[in-house]
């Protein structure tokens, strides 16, 4: 047989209570009764740790101080209220498969009182606060010091003429442990017929230690407790898978990796014509803890659906994945009246649907352990997606969906462009600003859970429009232009260029005036990507010469080369740089590359070096020219 709690130890029922503050109280709730005529029997639940807690401390929980205000926190009335039922909560659990199975002890007891309210349009809050906390809770911040408020709401008229609150329908969890899948049901029921939903959400501090039962219960708001990090009120344990709950049927799931003592609290919302109109909230502590069960039948969860093993949109054909341990025997029940005894079989569905497989471990033994996981089949499900349009940078490319599913609707859409954006709509275009390789990736998924992705390779043209390299030049010299980047090109101005000798698209420049002249060219490719660059020609009236007299080849990407910068020479014949006892250092013929400061592999000293260069005017003369560098490291 399966049992029922999984394994986790409410903090306070392994630890003793500390002087006569409530750290004997594991968790509480407050909930609500409509009667008619305005009138609501209110009981304030609150659990008992009566294995370890204080005697003296659970004694003075009777009565209960409970405090009634409106809506805006105007305080009505107080009242003493005596417990009217305590009840020992069953361990459900059976200590034989347990190798060190504890001793725990919870009762949950109950205070209820009688409330007709006066008229108000602003709703009722009952309150009830103890202070203090385990010293040893792990996921917020000094509990020994920070009490607890539990309170519930009665809307205003305005919002519910009647309404009764949630109440949840099981027991906390008093055993789970460390390592073993959790599955707890946490929902409620609603006598109104109300739609709830569920969440974690924050405790609240009430109490202090100089009023640890606070006489007067003080009005909302209340503050939250602060939480330790990594934990919070939404992740208040961790785990992994993380411990979560299905925010539609409050079922709380995942495996506890860390032990320790973790304040949980729930939220019951309760949804009237889509408006939210109460919240029942049920605050209680776990423990996590390191038990040693002798036989753990486990059945992994492969999908993002609460117990849900596998969500198969591909075929009908399961397999199935055994994570159980202490077994020796196996029995397979897959839901649809197959069986198997493998320790992991693969079983072929005949048709779709949902089917509860249920896994019995040592089922002809005194400890068997059994456990049920969803199985859904909805075959077939393809995602796929076809892309056009303009592939040029800037271009519009379209991407289609074309996801093949059996079940409709097809609910979710991801595209992930590869540059950084994305989209969520099912069709969609993208403009990319440059050229080249981008992988796409397209998520798609439907209503029942199937879910796909694709990737594809989105090709767009390297366009790269290049007019040559800004250039100086002297008055009365011709430069021949090499643009790139396409195969047409349209100069703007024509000024001091002829297309006559060199085609229409390389022209030469005749610059007979001095200035700075920009020249915008259209460039076109191939395929049809277009766009515009632009060269600067600066014409001087004199040929010039410029050798740095200091350079620092530090690898910052500023000075780091000496090489010579010649305006209105033809070329250059070498150029040449020397230690200070006349060692050649260096030798070129090109100024592109220059001397980074270097003999034969390795980094020379800082010191004064000497050049030498020989070039070619633009009138076929030799010139010579000398001087030093000053080399700073």
């Keep these: 047989m399966r049992y029922n709690i999984f394994f986790v130890f409410l903090c306070t029922l392994l630890l003793p209570a500390i002087g006569v503050n409530a ?42 101080f409970l405090a009634l205000y409106d809506g805006n926190s105007n305080f009505i009335r107080r009242d003493d209220v005596d417990y009217s039922s305590a009840i020992t909560v069953p361990v459900n659990f059976s200590n034989e498969c347990v190798n ?45 010091v920070i009490g607890a408020s539990y309170f519930c709401t009665i809307p205003p008229l305005s919002v519910a003429a009647s309404n009764n609150s949630a109440v949840f329908k099981y027991y906390p969890p008093q055993i789970i442990c460390e390592g073993e899948p959790l599955y707890y049901d946490n929902s409620a029921t609603d006598a109104d017929h109300d739609s709830l939903s569920y969440e974690f959400c924050t405790a609240y501090i009430g109490g202090t230690e100089d009023s640890v039962k606070p006489y007067t219960p003080s009005p909302p708001p209340y503050q ?30 995942g495996t506890p990796n860390h032990l320790g003592r973790y304040v949980v609290t729930v939220c019951c919302h309760e949804w009237r014509s889509g408006q939210m109109i109460n919240t029942t909230k049920r605050e209680f ?8 069960k002798k036989v753990v039948a486990n059945i992994p969860i492969l999908s993002d659906e609460p117990n849900t093993y596998i969500i198969n949109c591909a075929n009908y054909t399961v397999n ?80 289609t969906d074309q996801t093949n599913s059996t079940y409709k609707p097809i609910t979710y859409w991801e595209w992930l462009f590869g540059d950084g954006d994305t989209s969520y709509h099912q069709d969609t275009t993208h403009i990319y600003a440059k050229g080249g390789e981008y992988y796409v990736t397209f998520i798609s998924a439907n209503s029942r859970g199937c879910s796909d992705t694709v990737l594809k390779t989105v090709l767009i043209d390297r366009f790269r429009p290049f007019a040559g390299d800004d250039t100086t030049i002297v008055q009365g010299a011709a430069i021949q232009f090499h643009p ?3 195969d047409n090109y349209t100069w703007t101005p024509s000024t001091y260029l002829s297309f006559n000798d060199f085609g229409p698209y390389d022209p030469v420049g005749n610059f007979v005036d001095t200035g700075l002249f920009t020249y915008n060219v259209h460039v076109i490719n191939p395929l049809g990507c277009a766009g515009d660059t632009s060269v600067k020609i600066r014409v001087v009236p004199y040929a010039a010469f410029f050798m740095p007299t200091a350079f620092t080849p530090n690898g910052d990407g500023l000075n780091d080369v000496l090489r010579p910068v010649l305006i209105g020479y033809s070329s250059i014949v070498y150029f040449r740089v020397f230690d200070r006892w006349g060692e050649l250092l260096y030798s070129s013929n090109s100024t592109e590359s220059g001397w980074d400061g270097t003999y034969k592999g390795q980094k020379l000293d800082a010191a004064v070096y000497f050049w030498e260069i020989t070039t070619v005017n633009r009138f076929g003369k030799i010139e010579k020219k000398k001087g030093d560098v000053t080399l700073i490291r």
């Design 23 to 64: 750290s004997h109280i594991v968790g509480g709730e407050v909930t609500y009764v409509y009667l008619g005529g305005n009138t609501y029997t209110v009981t304030v639940t609150i659990y008992e740790d009566c294995k370890n807690g204080d005697p003296s401390a659970i004694e003075q929980d009777n009565p209960a």
């Design 100 to 144: 060190n199975f504890p001793s725990v002890c919870l009762t949950k007891k109950s205070f209820v009182r009688t409330y007709t309210l006066p008229p108000d349009t602003s709703g009722f809050i009952i309150t009830y606060q103890r202070c203090c906390r385990n010293a040893s809770i792990d996921n917020i911040a000094n509990p020994s």
């Design 224 to 253: 939250p407790v602060y939480y330790v990090n990594p934990f919070s009120y939404s992740d208040p344990m961790g785990g992994y898978p993380q411990i979560k709950i299905d925010p539609s049927k409050g079922v709380i799931t």
């Design 285 to 292: 502590q776990f423990v996590v803890t390191n038990c040693s």
């Design 320 to 399: 199935f994945i055994n994570n159980s341990s202490g077994g020796f025997e196996y029995y397979w029940d897959f839901g649809d009246g197959g069986v198997s005894t493998d320790f992991e079989p693969t079983h072929t569905y005949a048709d779709t649907g949902v089917y509860t497989v249920k896994l019995v471990v040592n089922r002809s033994s005194t400890c068997p352990d059994s456990i049920s996981r969803l199985v859904k089949v909805y075959p077939y499900f393809k995602a796929a997606f076809t892309d056009s349009g303009f592939q040029c940078p800037g271009g519009i490319i379209k991407f």
């Design 484 to 486: 790139g980047g396409g």
